[in-house]
């Protein structure tokens, strides 16, 4: 089956899961390596459909590790790679998570978070993996995390997590939910001329092969990648390694390593970033919200008359961004469906030049805009 | 006879190797270049994967597409790898920790799709690079660091667990047998599927040392006392067998290889999906009808 329209916009009726499959093939991805877990299911059966038809391969591994196992391995073999999973499952992604953030190796990330801690609530909506996002692996690394707040943008960030992956040689998380991967909306899809896609950055023609470095990079830049099988051949591992990708304990190799793998991120920050404000004039409160409770956290927020701020990118934070807004406004209110691990974030950033408080919910349900709209009211904004 | 030069096939630059003095490891990787050597593979063309341990550092000293993954989960980067790049021989190296218990699970489930990895174990029957803790094929009451009194765990034997699980070619044999190793990596290597070979290998250090093995030509003295070829094994009563093990080709059935399945239905899938003209013509016909 091709793609949707090479050169004319194709209206389609989507769930959000489906949109991030439509995205992902419209990225270049093709290969799927999973296991089947709610509520991210849709997103597994979409790829062992489709890819096969446009000559891209789909593996149904015997655990989660091993999807993500999977996925890096057929990206190391050049091959634009996916993997989607849900609260347990990301769990036990981490440990590849870390594999491919030290190793370098492009990948995408789907989960779409449900209730826990642990088995929680498999078929019903939570936010609490925002932390995990950022730190579930061990180690000090960085994380480039999206979170769609709408079928159209499970189809933009799916595009969006591939090209900071394969630019930036990272792994990239999706952080979408169980209301947004369900839920179904008209989108446009823009023709595929459209689109902006990236490819990682090979190494030069004139590199020589026998005294390829595959891990030399200025301070601040992801190493140009070779695909395994092209005549370069090279090590790379888990472990501390120099230029040349292999193992070294010493302490400059490894301050180098991992203070580049930071600095890479933050030198594409303008890239990342995904952060909309809207403030009307003379106003003294804001509402900042992500993924699907952004949706009602924004009526509330017009029915009550304050501004907004919608996150499509979590992490790295946007810490100037909302620096600048606290200096601005009395009270930032931050929505999410947890027990306020972003609020965190924000109080941190904030640093008590506004006053920041927290509507939360761990129901399993998404949150109302009445009672969202109740608590700004009841705090006098 | 003169042994071919196999230089070619090694990161020199990267040598002293950290195995330690009596390490049968070295015999274990030599043995794997001399088959690929025989074969006359290209090195651009084959992809080594490891594990975590002594035996998977092997893959960072080897000249080919080196992958140095997680503990116990070569085998799923292999997979992908694999399906990526079907024209790549993907070869694993693992330690008998990496590969049969934390990665037990990846182990039967790659030789159940058949999916053409060829799996090299060293298999030393202890954790090395931890300090000598007791492994999934660390015979009973041995001694280990994690098993002071004696190991009460049972061991598996690899090759029929993998032989249960749907592998296409196993064989076995020892760092004493070294050429015979390089036989069966040939045959391993030339199986279209999953092939695994369970090379008994020694660790004086930790194994021998706990255990009152004077040093590392006694443990291959054992191997040699020990091994009996598969003619033989048929042959021996229960009691016989006693502390005694079957090296040689265990098993050899060809059946459909996963990526060679995976490659015949991509080409059914877009087949379907193009009208043939014949189709096409009817369609036309039926419109203007």
Partial sequence: ?381 | MALRDISKYLRLDKFPHIWCPGCGNGIVMQSVLRGIDKLGLDQNKVAVISGIGCSSRAAGYLDFNTLHTTHGRALTFATGIKMAKPELTVIVLTGDGDCSAIGGNHLIHAARRNIDLNVVVFNNSIYGMTGGQFSPTTPLNDIAATAPFGNLDPPFDLCELTKAAGATYIARSTTYHATQISNFVIKAIQNKGFSFLDIITQCPVYYGRMNKIKDAVDMLKEQRDNARNIKQWSILSDEEKQGKFVIGELHNQPRPEYTESYQSLIERHIEKRQPSPKSEERETKSREE
């Fill in chain 1, 1 to 381: 089956m091709s793609l949707f329209g090479t050169t004319n916009t194709t209206t389609r009726f989507l769930q959000g899961n489906e949109a991030c499959v439509e995205g992902a093939l419209a990225a270049g991805c093709r290969f799927f390596g999973g296991y089947p877990i709610t509520p991210s299911t849709e997103i597994a059966e979409g790829m062992a459909k489709r890819l096969p038809g446009l000559g891209g391969k789909f593996i149904q591994m015997e655990d989660e590790i091993a999807g993500l196992g999977a996925v890096i391995g057929a990206s190391l073999a050049g091959v634009k790679s996916l993997t989607a999973t849900s609260g347990p499952g990301f769990s036990l992604k981490q440990e590849h998570i870390g594999f491919a953030a030290m190793a370098e190796v492009p990948c995408v990330i789907i989960n779409v978070q449900r209730g826990g801690p642990s088995t929680g609530l498999p078929t019903l909506p939570a936010q609490g993996d925002v932390m995990q996002a950022r730190w579930g692996t061990h180690g000090d690394h960085p994380s480039i995390v999206l979170a769609p707040t709408s079928v159209k943008e499970c189809f933009d960030l799916t595009i969006k997590a591939f090209n900071l992956s394969e630019k930036l040689r990272t792994p990239v998380i999706l952080l979408s939910d169980e209301v947004i991967a369900h839920m179904r909306e008209k989108i446009e899809l823009p023709p595929t001329s459209a689109l902006k896609i990236i490819d990682r950055k090979k190494p030069g023609f004139f590199v020589n092969k026998k005294n390829y470095k595959p891990y030399a990079a200025k301070d601040n830049e992801p190493p140009t990648m070779a695909n395994y099988g092209e005549g370069f051949r090279f090590n790379v591992t888990g472990l501390i390694h120099d230029e040349t990708g292999f193992p070294s304990s010493s302490p400059e190799i490894t301050e180098k390593l991992i203070y580049r793998l930071h600095k890479k991120i933050e030198a594409a920050y303008k890239d990342i970033r995904g952060s909309e404000i809207t403030l009307p004039q003379n106003c003294r409160a804001v509402i900042l919200s992500y993924g699907s409770t952004f949706r009602t956290a924004k009526r509330a927020a017009l029915d009550a008359n304050i501004g907004y701020v919608k996150l499509t990118t979590i992490w790295p934070f946007p810490e100037q961004e909302i620096r600048e807004l606290a200096r601005k406004v009395d009270i930032i209110f931050v929505a999410e469906m947890n027990l306020g691990q972003l609020r965190l974030e924000v109080e941190r950033v904030a640093g008590g030049l506004a006053k920041v408080i927290g509507i939360n919910s761990v129901n399993g349900q998404l949150m109302k805009p009445r009672a969202i709209f109740e608590e700004i009211k009841s705090h006098g904004a």
